[in-house]
Antibody, heavy 119, light 109 residues
């Protein structure tokens, strides 16, 4: 069974750094793009970017370029989303999702990581 | 890039057919995906390639596209279908960015 398991909820202060993770199970992690999606409480889904773990090819949505870093370690089937300096406006649920091989759909999603940034 | 327009809410009586639309003037040359998100849960893919169903998704869920509008239809609506539904396409210019609609909250009366 394909599964994406994300790291637990985080509470941080503005200006702090953070790295959250998404570990894949049940498939060849290196061969599927993994994307990140933000959802501010009560709002819709926003695409942040994605990475191909096989060669770490990374593409960012223009809205998030320069604000976050996406990375992956294929040896441990894990993708990451990190911030160097969090803002209160980064408070949101963050989901990772696997893009189907050869397709356009995100066919498996992580359970989400809630990030709360508050002083 | 595309903008996908969804009605904020749709209501349907049990056993009736709910139709959720997604509009864009560039949707005709893209494949559309639909995701269901129940409160407190991660999104789930319910349709891809405009009308294909992943395994485990009931046949009550169907999709169509005509002109500038894609439609998710849910026949014989059940209380368990209450959720937010998001349409999405991949950005034609880069093919690596997803564009989501604003979401439609489906209420089963």
């Amino acid at each position: 069974e394909v599964q994406l398991v994300q790291s637990g909820a985080e509470v941080k202060k503005p200006g702090e750094s953070l790295k959250i993770s998404c570990k894949g199970f049940g498939y060849n992690f290196a061969n599927h793009w993994v994307g990140w999606v933000r959802q501010v409480p009560g709002k819709g889904l926003e695409w942040m970017g994605l990475i191909y773990p096989g060669d770490s090819d990374t593409r960012y949505s223009p809205s998030f370029q320069g604000h976050v870093t996406i990375s992956a370690d294929k040896s441990i089937s894990t993708a990451y989303l990190q911030w160097s300096s969090l803002k209160a406006s980064d408070t949101a649920m963050y989901y990772c999702a696997r893009r189907a091989q050869g397709g356009y759909e995100c066919d498996s999603w992580g359970q989400g990581t809630l990030v709360t940034v508050s002083s | 890039s595309s903008v996908l327009t969804q009605s904020p809410s749709v209501s349907v009586a049990p056993e009736q057919t709910a139709r959720i639309t997604c509009g864009s003037n560039t949707i005709g040359d893209k494949t559309v995906q639909w995701y269901q998100q129940k409160p407190g849960q991660a999104p789930v893919l319910v349709l891809y390639d405009d009308s294909a169903r992943p395994s485990g998704i009931p046949e009550r869920f169907s999709g169509s596209k005509s002109g500038s509008t894609a439609t998710l239809s849910i026949s014989r609506a059940e209380a368990g279908d209450e959720a937010d539904y998001y349409c999405s396409v991949w950005d034609g210019t880069s093919d690596h960015h997803v564009i989501f609609g604003g979401g439609t909250k489906l209420t089963v009366l």
